[in-house]
């Protein structure tokens, strides 16, 4: 049985919930047309999914990992079209403009780890 303190439950739900809202966004930005602000939306939902996994890895109440450690699992915990991104100048690609079929795969890759981290995260708590 693992024992996740409270507070850090509330903060493992509300990054779930957070990365749930933007990608929804997300989707809701594509559907409008707009592939730039989709992957805008998408980027930070990608980022706090991607932190829960390494938290659920290292759960942060037994060793707090250093900033740039946990920048580095964090990115490597990204799903492939992200880690693509991340290795490149963030400002500029996601401020650039992106044609809505371009964005659509990695909207698509980021509701699905999203959802997969969802399910992982329901999973390991019920375990605490």
């Known amino acids: 049985m693992i ?3 409270t507070r850090w439950r509330t903060t493992l739900e509300e990054q779930v919930a957070d ?11 594509l559907a409008g047309g707009n592939g730039g602000r989709a992957l805008q939306e998408a980027y930070p939902a990608v980022v706090a999914a991607a932190t829960v996994q390494v938290w659920i890895a290292e759960p ?12 580095r699992r964090v990115r490597e915990a990204f799903p492939s079209h992200f880690a693509a991104l991340a290795a490149l100048d963030l400002r500029d690609v996601l401020n650039s403009p992106w044609p809505v079929e371009s964005a659509r795969p990695y909207i698509a890759e980021a509701r699905a780890f999203v ?3 969802t399910q992982r995260l329901e999973t390991w708590l019920a375990q605490g």
Do not use: D, H
Request: positive net charge; proline residues 10%.
């Open 3 to 5: 024992a996740i303190p």
């Open 19 to 29: 990365a749930t809202r933007r990608v929804t966004a997300a989707e809701a930005q």
């Open 60 to 71: 942060p109440w037994r060793r707090a990992l250093s900033a740039p450690e946990m920048q």
């Open 115 to 117: 959802t997969a981290t």
